[in-house]
């Protein structure tokens, strides 16, 4: 089984920007599409961007304009940048592979995000 490993989360202010990294075990990127998902406090998982084997992106309509998936595939990195944050970005952020429009790996341990002032 195929072992992700999220970083690069923290605090940061709003408008501010953070680089978040999701690291495979093994390759898997030229075979999967990757997506970034985000869980806030009392609130379900939710989708915020994909990347095809292919390089193709597409993100939520919140996150649209201000977030940027990319990959690695030589290293096995999943990367999300993330600027102009918004207090409601705050969540812990996981990454996955997608197969037929869902993550199917098991989740890793995610990386907090908190936007505050």
């Known amino acids: 089984q195929v072992q992700l490993v999220e970083s690069g989360g923290g605090l940061v202010q709003p408008g501010g920007s953070l680089r978040l990294s999701c690291e495979a075990s093994?390759?898997?990127?030229?075979?999967?599409?990757m997506g970034w998902y985000r869980q806030a406090p009392g609130k379900q998982r939710e989708w915020v961007a994909t990347?095809?084997?292919?390089?193709?992106?597409n993100y939520a309509d919140s996150v649209k304009g201000r977030f940027t998936i990319s990959s690695d595939n030589a290293k096995n990195m999943l990367y999300l940048q993330m600027n102009s944050l918004k207090p409601e970005d705050t969540a812990v952020y996981y990454c996955?592979?997608?197969?037929?429009?869902?993550?199917?790996?098991?989740w890793g341990q995610g990386t907090q995000v908190t936007v505050s002032s």
């Open positions: 093994r390759s898997i990127f030229r075979i999967n599409a």
């Open positions: 996955n592979a997608i197969r037929f429009s869902s993550p199917y790996l098991d």
């Open positions: 990347i095809t084997s292919g390089g193709s992106t």
